[in-house]
């Protein structure tokens, strides 16, 4: 999962705002990391920067950033800036998970869940799955360097079964805004300084894809008893903007098979309702 999600889930601060009637819109002002990849970047090649070019067309209006790094204090300093006498800067953020409470919540419009990216190297070319992982000698696992993001569900599961001493921690929130979470994979697996990483989905998907053919395998982990994978993510827009977030609902279910297929591009795993894999289409 990408920083971003692991930094809200762990925010507890309730948010509330006053009603008040949405301006005029001349433009889709998307609140961004620019430098975020696969979810958005300076250039606008993300994920959510081709969604956001999908509803400002939708929308017939341009689309604007704004940008600013996501850590702690991303909607405060976002969605939620406002100086006395000033319009805010933005007024939507193209992912969030559900169950975020710091902004109102759109409508899902996909779940994933972490993978399990392996180099495919010292013996795991044939791993094709969790359980296939999980059952290698013990002697091969203890081998292993697996990079795991701190406070993640990945780290809990590698301590359900007893793999902590091969876990190479690596901090949710980095002070320096020109790391990403996707380095985990794209420098340090590539390179050999890791055998595996656990990382949100749509991060192992992209960079396994981008490392090249034969190089990296994605698996998708399923949930299980004591350590949950997948959540569902949706917008945020400011609480009390009714007509707006009734606006992106729309917009979400008018666009949905134009946003699965953004997101298979991207190579994000994607599961149904229930949180087993979603059928093709």
Partial sequence: MKTWLGCMLALSLASAGQAQQPPARTALRVCQDPNNMPFS????????????????KALGLPVSYYSFPQRMGFVRNTLRYKLPDQDYPCDI?????????????????????YTLVLARRKGLEDVQSSADFLALPAARREALRIGVYDRSPGSEWLLAHGLLAQGVPYNMLSPNPEQYPGEIIEKDLVQGKLDAAIVWGPIGGYFS????????????????????????????????E??????IDQLIVAKQDEIRRILQ?????????????????
């Fill in 265 to 281: 591009e991207f190579n994000v795993p994607l599961l149904d309702e229930a949180g087993t894999k979603a059928a093709e289409r």
């Fill in 242 to 247: 009714r007509e707006w977030k009734a606006q």
């Fill in 41 to 56: 970047n300076q250039a606008a090649e993300g994920i959510e920067n081709r969604i956001a070019q999908l509803f400002g």
């Fill in 209 to 240: 894809k981008r490392a090249g053919e034969g190089q990296l395998r994605s698996i998708a982990l399923p949930s299980e008893p004591g350590v949950r994978f997948d959540y569902a993510m949706a917008m945020g827009v400011r609480y009390g």
């Fill in 93 to 113: 953020i193209m992912g969030v998970p559900v169950g975020f409470d710091q902004v109102a919540q759109t409508r899902p419009y996909y779940r994933s869940t």
